[in-house]
């Protein structure tokens, strides 16, 4: 069994609960309540900008030009058509700029972006594609699920949410990573472990979050 898919059965649990939270089926029949998602969205649009620094700090840690150019494209994407994306969803929310732009990062929102930044000043290359594997293969599953299901909620919005994270979009970069993390040596299975473990624990407190009482900006 390649290690990716070790990985996933050893932490069954938390990939499930990662990929089939409430938030995100209540996302696909659209049942959310808006204000669940908004609070989500301030926050996730914080934790953008840290995998946005995470993923700068991993072209420069990358062993090669060949293995950096795929974090390039997906950091490039996240600051030019997800950013955009962001800032529609935030009008059609009828969210200024002046409040999404002094939104403050809740307790989860920061740690994990801290994680993240520093796993990728400090931790191997094999290890900072483990966490990213996280971050964008959970969305990958949920959004092929959401997508393959039929899923098509009322909300604009939570309609192009799902058609962002499927396959067209994050297949390639997805299947990169789990390639890197497959092909991580032995001497690296406890570190590239703990990224996977560590950030699949933040994704299921991220989702959390948006459920937590208490204001939203």
């Known amino acids: 069994m390649a290690r990716t898919e070790t990985l996933k059965a050893e932490y069954a649990d938390l990939w499930t609960r990662a990929t089939r939270h409430p938030f995100i ?18 926050q996730d649009y914080l934790f953008v900008t840290d995998l946005a620094r995470m993923s700068g700090i991993a072209i420069a840690r990358a062993p090669d030009l060949p293995s950096g150019r795929p974090v390039h494209e997906f950091l490039a994407n996240l600051m030019g058509a997800e950013d955009a994306l962001f800032l529609r969803a935030f009008a059609d929310l009828d969210i200024p700029e002046s409040t999404f732009r002094a939104v403050k990062p809740l307790p989860t929102t920061a740690a994990f972006g801290d994680f993240l930044v520093r796993l990728a000043y400090e931790g191997a290359w ?8 996280v971050t964008e293969g ?11 299901e039929g899923a098509r ?41 703990a ?3 560590r950030a699949l624990t933040y994704e299921v407190g991220f989702w959390d979050m948006a459920y937590a009482e208490g204001p939203v900006e």
């Open 25 to 42: 089926e209540e996302l696909g029949s659209g049942t959310l309540p808006i204000e669940k998602f908004r609070r989500y969205l301030l």
């Open 126 to 133: 094999e290890e900072i594609c483990a966490a990213m594997l």
């Open 138 to 148: 959970v969305y990958l599953e949920w959004g092929e699920r959401l997508n393959s």
């Open 153 to 193: 909620p009322e909300s604009p919005l939570y309609r192009e949410w799902i058609e962002i994270h499927t396959a067209a979009i994050l297949g390639p970069f997805v299947a990169f990573l789990t390639k890197v993390v497959d092909g991580a040596p032995e001497s690296l299975s406890a570190g590239v472990a």
């Open 195 to 197: 990224a996977f473990e």
